[in-house]
């Protein structure tokens, strides 16, 4: 079997793309509420998805064996997903509880993939399931977390919807992303257009007479948050291991709570700050332990200790 290629090394500039995807992602939520506050939750939505589609619509191609997959992954991430996400921030007011709320994205993927692809995990990751849920389940001792009760139930919906998507993901190996992500922009236009007309009706008409500032918010969730942070994260990962980058991408909710807190004059609570700490423990540990599995399924012969480490 021939050799693995030489990682490259992490360097200066691979940090300055590091701390570039964290600040777009962490930011991301920040971008998203403004944008509901400033017009229906799910018109925002729709005008975020034509973003995406008219930046990458000219990656936009049919992908034998794989249009299933893509059509798919695009109606559930770029429309049922915003559908709900949208609306959670729209009826909440407390944005760093579900900033961590989110989180939980990554302990529904794994329970996915061992209900649905029969993948074996062991102790370290059912762990880190068990305190993710665990650390979200504290924010209900925080007198302020616990009024956002829709919009947690929305966020953790979303949360859902997205694990779904990382299971869709795994049958779009070697799709460029840029082709994904019209889709996904394509097929998101089309769900959150049917939404905002049955659920906003009047609220289409109003979008030319909307100043540009308006869009501003709109335009980085789209470009910044999905195009560049997207692009950062596959970036990294030509470059570097799995188990290098993935645990990598942690800071993002982190950046989320500390700028929503300061953003709308929200201290953060003990309640909130040890849900928060125990949540993110847990969401580390899965991370770290599935990328390190993930490294050694990949390294042929080392496929033994890949999922003696899971």
Not at 41 to 63: D, E, K, N, S, W
Not at 224 to 245: D, F, I, K
Not at 253 to 280: K, N, Q
Not at 298 to 305: D, N, Q, R, S
């Amino acid at each position: 079997m021939p050799a693995r290629p030489h990682p490259a090394p992490f360097g200066a500039r691979d940090l300055l793309v590091v701390l570039a995807m964290n600040l777009l992602w962490g930011f991301n939520i920040i971008a998203v509420k403004a944008s509901v506050e400033l017009m229906p939750p799910l018109t925002a939505g729709l005008l975020r998805q034509a973003m995406v589609l008219i930046v990458c619509g000219a990656a936009l191609r049919v992908v034998p064996g794989k249009m299933r997959a893509l059509l798919l992954l695009g109606t559930l991430t770029g429309g049922v997903f915003y559908i709900f996400i949208n609306l959670s921030l729209a009826v909440s007011d407390n944005v760093g509880a579900l900033a961590i709320a989110g989180q939980l994205g990554v302990p529904f993927s794994m329970l996915l993939a061992v209900l649905v692809l029969r993948e074996k995990i062991h102790w370290p990751r059912i762990a880190g399931i068990a305190l993710s849920f665990v650390g979200v389940g504290l924010l209900v001792f925080d007198p302020a977390a616990a009024k956002q009760g829709m919009g947690l139930l929305l966020t953790a919906a979303a949360s859902f919807v997205w694990a779904i998507c990382s299971l869709i993901q795994r049958n779009l190996k070697g799709v460029k992303v840029l082709t994904i992500y019209a889709w996904v922009g394509l097929m998101g236009t089309i769900v959150m257009a049917a939404a905002s007309l049955l659920a906003e009706p009047g609220a289409l008409a109003a979008v030319p007479d909307l100043p540009i500032a308006v869009l501003a918010p709109i335009a980085f969730s789209a470009v910044g948050s999905t195009v560049l942070g997207q692009g950062a994260m596959v970036w990294l990962l030509q470059r570097h291991p799995v188990s290098t980058v993935t645990p990598l991408t942690l800071a993002a909710p982190v950046v989320s709570v500390f700028t929503a807190a300061y953003w709308y004059d929200m201290p953060p609570t003990w309640p909130m700050l040890l849900g928060g700490a125990v949540a993110m423990l847990g969401v580390g540990i899965v991370t770290v332990r599935t990328a390190q599995a993930s490294e050694g399924k990949a390294g042929g012969g080392k496929a033994g200790e890949g999922r003696k480490a899971a």
